[in-house]
């Protein structure tokens, strides 16, 4: 950090609050413009809505002329922080800041968000990288300091207020994400739980946008069970169990997404991914303003090479992606859910149906899928041996994986009484 004198000039440290606080401001305005505009389109004639769009963007600018008044108006010293960047093995150089565009993956676990970071990791652009864990625990703490009255008094009493810890949050993030691997043009952060907070992450990272993984809660929960990835809250022995406690995470997930806006977070559906993954790989990269590159394509031929996909050998889904898309575990839970259970699907999981599964299907129809697909899979299947092997010199023996793994934390809280809008 450095120190510096403040008198009548606007400092850029200033400006880029002010425009911070006005995108805040038009986030709220346009979120509320969505709910008018839905409602009442049908009664507004031309004008009016001419007029309503007008008064929108009249108090935008008025709001972030006051803001920069205010920087005019500043005297004293203020603490700015030092030009964040990295630099690369060819000595590029890539600056990064709040205000870039940032990619969040996130999803229930074992949802496909291993498979989607690696494909975008094979793009020359991105770099997303391994699960961090970290990231999902400052945001859990933020949520126990807003939650504690006696917890937030107290930092409100140092002077720690919302504005201080939203800047900290921001860097802690940033710092992790930006140096926890290579350099790159678009930085992207692969931490499933992350989804949970995307409302707030987008607000402190104006320009970031979210993939949220949604996989048939059957197959991520069979995942869950026969891989034993231990979830705070999850029972491993039970299906049902594990099924209602999908049911809520998703809801909630769900619910962020949307609150955050189809041009900010875009579902993506893991079955047609693996099935149609040209069609929605040219989305997705459109969606985050990236040329098309058909090296997200071959994701496997770039496992651990440099610029390519480096994977975990601690991750419970490495064994899976090292190998070229296919169709192999798409319905891997047919006939390992209790007979109970799934007559009871309805009740259980009523997300199934909103998200557009038919919770009856048993074989599920999930599309057809794409002539690649098709031979990727023929291929696994003839040379399968060869396949498990790889799989084996990529992972840890299995004592080092279980030490490695801890609970992932789903953290209900305050969250866990929000409803879904109709």
Known sequence: MTRESHGGSCSSSCVKGAI?????????????????????????????RRTFFL????????????????CSDRTGAIMLPKDT?????????????RFMPLIFIGGVPRSGTTLMRAMLDAHPDVRCGQETRIIPRILQMRQHWIRSQKESLRLEEAGVNAQVINAAIAAFCLEVIARHGEPAERLCNKDPLT????????EIFPFAKFIFMVRDGRATVHSIISRKVTITGFDLESY?????????AISIMYQKCLRVGPSRCMVVYYEQLVLHPEKWLRRILQFFDLGWNSSVLHHE???????????????????QVIKPVNLEALTKWVGKIPEDVLKDMDEIAPMLARLGYDPTGNPPEYGHPDPIVQDNTKKIQENRDAWEEK???????????????????????????????P
């Open 20 to 48: 911070m606080a006005t995108l805040g401001v038009f986030n709220s305005l346009h979120n509320l413009c969505r709910m008018i505009v839905s409602n009442d389109i049908g009664r507004m004639n031309r004008g009016t």
């Open 240 to 248: 049902r169990q594990c099924l209602k406690k999908w049911n809520e």
């Open 391 to 421: 799989a084996m010199n990529l992972l840890l023996d299995t004592k080092m994986n279980e030490v490695s793994t801890e609970p992932a934390d789903l953290g209900q809280g305050q969250d866990q009484g929000e409803t879904l809008p």
């Open 195 to 202: 989804l949970k907070s995307a409302d707030y992450l987008s």
């Open 55 to 70: 008064t929108v963007i009249l108090v935008l600018c008025i709001f972030l002329m006051y803001k920069l008044h205010t």
């Open 301 to 319: 031929e770039m496992i651990n090479k440099p610029g390519g996909v480096f994977l975990s050998k601690v991750e419970r889904s490495s064994d």
């Open 85 to 97: 960047y990295i630099v690369s093995k060819d000595a590029h150089v890539y600056r990064y800041d």
